[in-house]
């Protein structure tokens, strides 16, 4: 079984992932700022899907919170020097490929000792205000959460996938990223555009980087925002549908996922529409559901 660290894991399209990789027998690695959460969380994993959780709760917004996930995506496993086991058993995760093909069930302190051959970064930020006059702390926290934290722990996670031959990463962006919705889309086009860079900078290593673009998706996140009566029905996915659609994406090495045929058109349209349209679109939507 392969071990996967998924950030925003209690909660949305970052719950789903993990429930997913919990089917498929994947240890996890479990991130997010709520200790009962994730604990509640971890043990229902064991339970139900027999696999074996570490929980890291980290605040991402924060310096601390960030070198926390980041030493623990460093750490190579196996401190006492023993050798890996053979990874050539398991591919359930395309390039993050299971490092020892083991089926009893592992404790939280078995997943410590292993290192991680899938990085999720999900977490995400609801700020809901406006960039002029608004909060300046809010912007910042959001900047650390979606652009700062996936940039740092990247950079703690690829060294040692490289080193071992194996390995992913997979990004959550948004369907935004291609329009002009404030910082929310500044970020998420980060995001996008890291990724791809990322993605040709491992070709060759073993290694793939996988970014998914989810339009709106039922989770915690929006009702936060306040975006659920904003939108009608038919344009909101299920966590569970972006999930699947993200995995696969993964185990194909596929670099850019857009789940949903409808969010795929809207992408087309959104890449040959004149950008002074998309900028008059964006400013007809609410300024909440930026995030």
Known sequence: MGTALVT???????????????????????????????????????????VGAQVLPADLSTPDGRAAVAARLRAAGRPDGADEPDASASDDVGAARADQADDRPHSAEDVAARPVDLLVNDAGFAVGQRFVGGDLAQEQRALAVMVQAVLELTHAAVPGMVERGRGAVLNVSSATALTAMGTYAAHKAWVRTFTEGLASELRGTGVTATVVNPGLTRSEFHDRAGMGDQWPGVAWLRAEDVARAALAAVRRGQVICTPSAR??????????SPRWLVRRVAG????????
């Open 8 to 50: 925003g894991a209690t909660s949305g399209i970052g719950q789903e992932i993990v429930w997913q990789l919990a089917e498929a027998h994947h240890d996890l690695v479990l991130v997010a700022r709520d200790r009962a959460r994730l604990e509640a969380l971890a043990e229902r994993l064991h339970q139900v899907a027999g």
């Open 263 to 272: 969010y795929l058109a809207v992408n087309a349209a959104l890449r040959v």
């Open 284 to 291: 007809h939507a609410s300024v909440r559901t930026q995030y």
